[in-house]
C-alpha cells in the first residue's frame, strides 16, 4: 500500500508517537548523566591522601563501586531503551495500517455507494422514459443513502442539435437543451442524461446504459427527452418526475423523407466521450470527437438518388476533343462517388456470393464474385429468365475484345456489375440486350458501378459497343478509338481523341438509383421532444 506524504505526516504528529519518542529522548539524556557522574567518580577517588583511610574507602573499592554501580545503571536503561525503541516501532507500523486501511475504507465505502447510486438512476431511468413518453402521469424514485456525495438536477447540462448538410448548406433543422440528474461523489459521477446514464471518473466517461436512440436500416428514431428543475440534496437522494412538454407528433421542421446530404448530430456534454463510444458503436455512421468542446458529431448520409436524364452529365465542364457525338449534356454537377456502394457489395458478395465461373453463360437470381481482377477470355451470356443478375469484381473488369449479351430480359429484371477498379475494353468488346429487335435497344438492362476509370487502357483499332448506363463519377473518360454507348453515363470529365458517341435512349429515365454505402443509409429520420421536471427532496 502506498501512503502519500500527508498521510505520513499525519502519523508522525499523532500523540503516541510523539510521547514515545520524547520517551526515548529522557532515557538517552539520564545516560549521558550517568556517564559523567561516572568520569566524576573516578577522578574524585583518585584525588584523596594516602594516609587518609578512615571513613574512606581505598581506590581501588571506591572504583569498583562507582564502576559497578554506573554500568548497572547503563544496563538498567540500555533494556528500558530498547523496550521503548521497540514499542515506538510497533505503534508507528500499526500508526501506519491504520491510516492506509482507513483510505481504502473510505474508497471501499464511496465505491459502493456510487454503485448503489447508478442501480438507482436505471430505475429512475425507465421512470423517466414512462413520464416522457407519456405512458404515466408522474413517478416517484429514491437513488438510495448518499453520505459521500450529492444528487442535482442540472437544465442547462447538455445541448443536442440537428443539422441537414447539402452541398450548397448548412441548415439547422432542431436543437434542444438536454439536461441531467448528477450524483457527484468522492471519487465518481453518474448522471441520467436523454435515457442513458454515463459514469464519469476525472475526466473520463464511459456509457452505463443506452440512450433513447434507435437505428434501424434506413431509419433514426430520436425521443428526445430533456430534464428540467434545480434542486439539489445530499443524504437521502428521493424525487418525483413529472411531464412538461410531451410530444404527440415529431418535430415538424425534421423532413421525413429525407431529400439530400447528410445529417449531422452534435451532442455537446460533459459525458461526451461516453456518447461517442456508443454513437460509434450503434448510430453505423461516421463519427468524430471534438475534446475542446466537449462534443461529438456523428454523420449519417441521406442517399442520392440518381436519376438519368442526359446522355452525359459530368461534375466538370464538357471539353470532348475529336469527333465526339454526345447529346445532351449536363457540367458541373456533383455526383457522389460509387466505392461506398461498391465496398458494401463487394463485402456482401465475398461472404455470400457465388464464386465467378470464368464465362459461358449464367443465369438465376445469383450474385458473382471475383476477388481480383477479371479479364473475359471467352463471350459471355447472361440469362435473365429467372430474375436479375449482380456480378462484384474486386478489381478491374476488361471485356478484352469480347462480348457480353443478356438474353430473356423481363420487366425490370437487369444486370448490375459493381467494378472495385476500372472498366476497360479493346477492339471489338461489346455489351448488349438480345430482345428479338435490333433497332430497340434497353440499356436499363446493363449498370455499371465504377470505382475508377472508364477505358482508360483501352486501345483503337475497332468499335467499343456499350448498351448500359455507367455510373462513374470518378472517372476521367478517356478514349483513342471508337466508342458507342446507347444509354446514360456519369463522370467526372471527358476526354476523347477518336469518335466517341453517346446516343441517350428515353429508356434510361425511368431508373432511380440509390448511390451510398450500406453502413450509414438515412431515409427516415423520426424526432421527438419531451421535457420532464425532476423535484428533488
Same mark, same amino acid.
Given at each position: 500500500?502506498?501512503l502519500?506524504?500527508?498521510?505520513?505526516?499525519?502519523?508522525?504528529?499523532?500523540?503516541?508517537f510523539?510521547?514515545?519518542?520524547?520517551?526515548v529522548?529522557?532515557?538517552?539524556?539520564?545516560?549521558?548523566?550517568?556517564?559523567r557522574?561516572r568520569?566524576?567518580?573516578g577522578?574524585?577517588?583518585?584525588?584523596q %591522601?594516602?594516609?587518609?583511610?578512615?571513613g574512606?574507602?581505598?581506590?581501588s573499592?571506591?572504583d569498583e563501586?562507582?564502576e559497578g554501580?554506573?554500568?548497572?545503571?547503563d544496563?538498567?536503561?540500555? &533494556?528500558?531503551?530498547?523496550t521503548?525503541?521497540i514499542?515506538g516501532?510497533?505503534?508507528t507500523?500499526i500508526?501506519?495500517?491504520?491510516?492506509?486501511?482507513?483510505?481504502?475504507?473510505a474508497?471501499?465505502?464511496? /465505491?459502493?455507494?456510487?454503485?448503489?447510486?447508478e442501480?438507482?438512476m436505471?430505475?429512475?431511468?425507465?421512470?423517466a422514459?414512462?413520464?416522457?413518453?407519456?405512458d404515466?402521469?408522474s413517478q416517484r424514485?429514491?437513488?438510495?443513502?448518499?453520505?459521500?456525495?450529492?444528487?442535482?438536477?442540472?437544465?442547462?447540462?447538455?445541448?443536442?442539435?440537428?443539422?441537414?448538410?447539402?452541398?450548397?448548406s448548412?441548415?439547422?433543422?432542431?436543437?434542444?437543451e438536454?439536461?441531467?440528474?448528477?450524483?457527484e461523489?468522492?471519487?465518481?459521477?453518474v448522471?441520467? =442524461?436523454?435515457?442513458?446514464?454515463?459514469?464519469?471518473r476525472?475526466?473520463n466517461?464511459?456509457?452505463?446504459? %443506452?440512450p433513447e436512440?434507435?437505428?434501424?436500416?434506413t431509419t433514426?428514431?430520436?425521443?428526445?427527452?430533456?430534464v428540467?428543475?434545480?434542486?439539489a440534496?445530499?443524504? =437521502?437522494a428521493?424525487? @418525483?418526475i413529472?411531464?412538461?412538454?410531451?410530444?404527440?407528433?415529431a418535430?415538424?421542421?425534421?423532413?421525413?423523407?429525407?431529400?439530400?446530404?447528410?445529417?449531422?448530430?452534435?451532442? @455537446?456534454?460533459?459525458?461526451?466521450e461516453?456518447w461517442?463510444?456508443?454513437?460509434?458503436?450503434?448510430?453505423e455512421?461516421e463519427?468524430?470527437?471534438?475534446?475542446g468542446?466537449?462534443t461529438?458529431?456523428?454523420?449519417?448520409?441521406v442517399?442520392?438518388?440518381?436519376t438519368?436524364?442526359?446522355?452525359?452529365?459530368? =461534375?466538370?465542364?464538357y471539353d470532348?476533343q475529336g469527333?465526339a /457525338?454526345?447529346?445532351?449534356?449536363?457540367?458541373?454537377?456533383p455526383?457522389?462517388?460509387?466505392r461506398s456502394?461498391?465496398?458494401?457489395?463487394v463485402d456482401?458478395?465475398?461472404?455470400?456470393?457465388v464464386e465467378?465461373?470464368?464465362g459461358?453463360s449464367?443465369?438465376?437470381?445469383?450474385?458473382?464474385?471475383? /476477388?481480383?481482377?477479371?479479364?473475359?477470355?471467352?463471350?459471355?451470356?447472361?440469362?435473365?429468365?429467372?430474375?436479375?443478375?449482380?456480378?462484384?469484381?474486386?478489381g478491374?473488369?476488361?471485356?478484352?475484345?469480347h462480348?457480353i449479351?443478356?438474353?430473356?430480359?423481363?420487366?425490370?429484371t437487369?444486370?448490375?456489375?459493381?467494378i472495385n477498379?476500372?472498366?476497360?475494353a479493346?477492339g471489338?468488346? &461489346?455489351v448488349?440486350?438480345?430482345?428479338g429487335?435490333?433497332n430497340?435497344?434497353e440499356?436499363?438492362?446493363n449498370?455499371?458501378y465504377?470505382?475508377?476509370?472508364?477505358?482508360?487502357?483501352?486501345?483503337?483499332g +475497332?468499335?467499343?459497343?456499350?448498351?448500359?448506363?455507367?455510373?462513374a463519377?470518378?472517372?476521367?473518360?478517356?478514349?483513342? +478509338?471508337?466508342v458507342n454507348?446507347?444509354?446514360?453515363v456519369v463522370?467526372?470529365?471527358?476526354d476523347?481523341? +477518336?469518335d466517341?458517341?453517346?446516343?441517350?435512349i428515353?429508356?434510361?429515365?425511368?431508373?432511380t438509383v440509390?448511390?451510398t454505402?450500406?453502413d450509414?443509409l438515412l431515409?427516415?429520420?423520426h424526432v421527438?421532444?419531451?421535457e420532464?421536471?425532476?423535484?428533488?427532496?
Amino acid at each position: 500500500m502506498c501512503l502519500s506524504s500527508d498521510s505520513i505526516r499525519s502519523i508522525l504528529n499523532t500523540d503516541t508517537f510523539v510521547r514515545v519518542f520524547i520517551r526515548v529522548e529522557n532515557v538517552s539524556i539520564r545516560m549521558d548523566i550517568g556517564r559523567r557522574l561516572r568520569w566524576l567518580v573516578g577522578v574524585g577517588s583518585r584525588s584523596q %591522601p594516602e594516609s587518609s583511610t578512615e571513613g574512606y574507602h581505598s581506590e581501588s573499592s571506591t572504583d569498583e563501586l562507582g564502576e559497578g554501580w554506573l554500568e548497572s545503571l547503563d544496563r538498567s536503561q540500555s &533494556e528500558v531503551l530498547g523496550t521503548i525503541l521497540i514499542l515506538g516501532l510497533s505503534m508507528t507500523a500499526i500508526g501506519i495500517a491504520l491510516a492506509g486501511g482507513g483510505v481504502a475504507l473510505a474508497d471501499l465505502i464511496s /465505491d459502493a455507494e456510487s454503485n448503489n447510486v447508478e442501480n438507482g438512476m436505471s430505475h429512475l431511468s425507465s421512470k423517466a422514459s414512462l413520464v416522457a413518453l407519456g405512458d404515466a402521469d408522474s413517478q416517484r424514485f429514491s437513488l438510495g443513502t448518499t453520505q459521500e456525495g450529492t444528487v442535482s438536477v442540472r437544465p442547462n447540462e447538455g445541448s443536442l442539435t440537428l443539422t441537414n448538410v447539402t452541398n450548397e448548406s448548412r441548415q439547422e433543422i432542431f436543437e434542444t437543451e438536454l439536461g441531467a440528474i448528477v450524483y457527484e461523489g468522492k471519487n465518481r459521477e453518474v448522471a441520467y =442524461q436523454s435515457g442513458g446514464i454515463w459514469i464519469k471518473r476525472g475526466d473520463n466517461s464511459t456509457m452505463g446504459s %443506452p440512450p433513447e436512440y434507435y437505428y434501424r436500416a434506413t431509419t433514426l428514431t430520436l425521443p428526445i427527452i430533456q430534464v428540467s428543475g434545480e434542486d439539489a440534496v445530499g443524504g =437521502q437522494a428521493r424525487g @418525483q418526475i413529472t411531464p412538461v412538454d410531451i410530444a404527440n407528433n415529431a418535430v415538424a421542421d425534421v423532413p421525413s423523407p429525407l431529400e439530400e446530404g447528410t445529417i449531422e448530430i452534435k451532442i @455537446q456534454s460533459e459525458y461526451y466521450e461516453g456518447w461517442h463510444r456508443f454513437l460509434s458503436q450503434r448510430a453505423e455512421g461516421e463519427t468524430e470527437l471534438y475534446h475542446g468542446n466537449k462534443t461529438v458529431i456523428s454523420t449519417l448520409t441521406v442517399p442520392d438518388e440518381v436519376t438519368f436524364d442526359n446522355a452525359l452529365s459530368v =461534375q466538370t465542364t464538357y471539353d470532348a476533343q475529336g469527333n465526339a /457525338d454526345i447529346d445532351p449534356v449536363e457540367e458541373n454537377v456533383p455526383h457522389r462517388s460509387a466505392r461506398s456502394l461498391i465496398d458494401s457489395e463487394v463485402d456482401s458478395a465475398n461472404e455470400s456470393g457465388v464464386e465467378w465461373p470464368g464465362g459461358g453463360s449464367i443465369d438465376g437470381e445469383e450474385t458473382y464474385f471475383a /476477388d481480383d481482377d477479371l479479364t473475359l477470355d471467352e463471350d459471355l451470356e447472361i440469362d435473365l429468365s429467372n430474375g436479375n443478375v449482380t456480378i462484384v469484381v474486386d478489381g478491374t473488369f476488361d471485356l478484352d475484345n469480347h462480348d457480353i449479351t443478356v438474353t430473356n430480359a423481363d420487366n425490370d429484371t437487369r444486370v448490375n456489375y459493381f467494378i472495385n477498379g476500372s472498366l476497360r475494353a479493346q477492339g471489338n468488346g &461489346e455489351v448488349s440486350v438480345d430482345n428479338g429487335d435490333p433497332n430497340t435497344y434497353e440499356p436499363e438492362r446493363n449498370i455499371f458501378y465504377v470505382a475508377d476509370q472508364v477505358f482508360d487502357e483501352s486501345q483503337g483499332g +475497332g468499335t467499343i459497343s456499350f448498351e448500359a448506363i455507367i455510373y462513374a463519377p470518378n472517372a476521367d473518360l478517356e478514349s483513342a +478509338g471508337t466508342v458507342n454507348i446507347y444509354g446514360s453515363v456519369v463522370a467526372n470529365s471527358i476526354d476523347v481523341q +477518336g469518335d466517341f458517341n453517346i446516343e441517350y435512349i428515353p429508356s434510361v429515365a425511368s431508373i432511380t438509383v440509390e448511390v451510398t454505402g450500406a453502413d450509414d443509409l438515412l431515409r427516415y429520420l423520426h424526432v421527438s421532444h419531451n421535457e420532464i421536471h425532476v423535484e428533488l427532496n
